[in-house]
């Protein structure tokens, strides 16, 4: 008899779950790595901020639930037109302050090969 004889399930499953997994890592590897970044001029059409938080989730383990905490951290986001698309930019806080819709901005940008869209990586005045 061997190990995996008693329940083939669990060994099937434990091979899939692992299998997914190391597919989602190598779909993003191949969708986002490497990629070319280019200059463009982009248009603020928009201003967001998120407030820092914290959010509570409970797990279970053992038999008894654990409440545990994340912290979220403040984000300063502007939303951006580039040519006739749409994407969004993380800034800091004094670009965010001094930027006001319709200012015109420098953007660093990225396509993702699988999915198309565009990535800001870097935006300044």
Do not use: H
Not at 79 to 104: C, F, H, M, P, W
Request: hydrophobic fraction near 35%; charge should be positive; aromatic fraction near 10%.
């Amino acid at each position: 008899m061997t190990p995996y004889s008693a329940n083939p399930f669990i060994y099937i499953f434990c091979v899939v779950a692992v299998g997914a997994v190391l597919l989602y890592y190598a779909y993003g590897a191949i969708d986002r790595t490497g990629l070319e970044i280019t200059t463009s001029v982009a248009t603020v059409t928009k201003k967001q901020y998120n407030k820092s938080g914290r959010s509570y989730y409970t797990t279970i383990s053992g038999g008894q639930a654990w409440v545990q905490s994340k912290e979220t951290p403040e984000t300063y986001v502007v939303v951006l037109d580039v040519g006739n698309e749409r994407t969004a930019g993380i800034v800091s806080k004094d670009l965010y302050d001094t930027l006001q819709v319709n200012d015109t901005v420098q953007v660093k940008l990225r396509r993702t090969r699988i999915t198309g869209r565009l990535e800001a990586v870097e935006v300044t005045r």
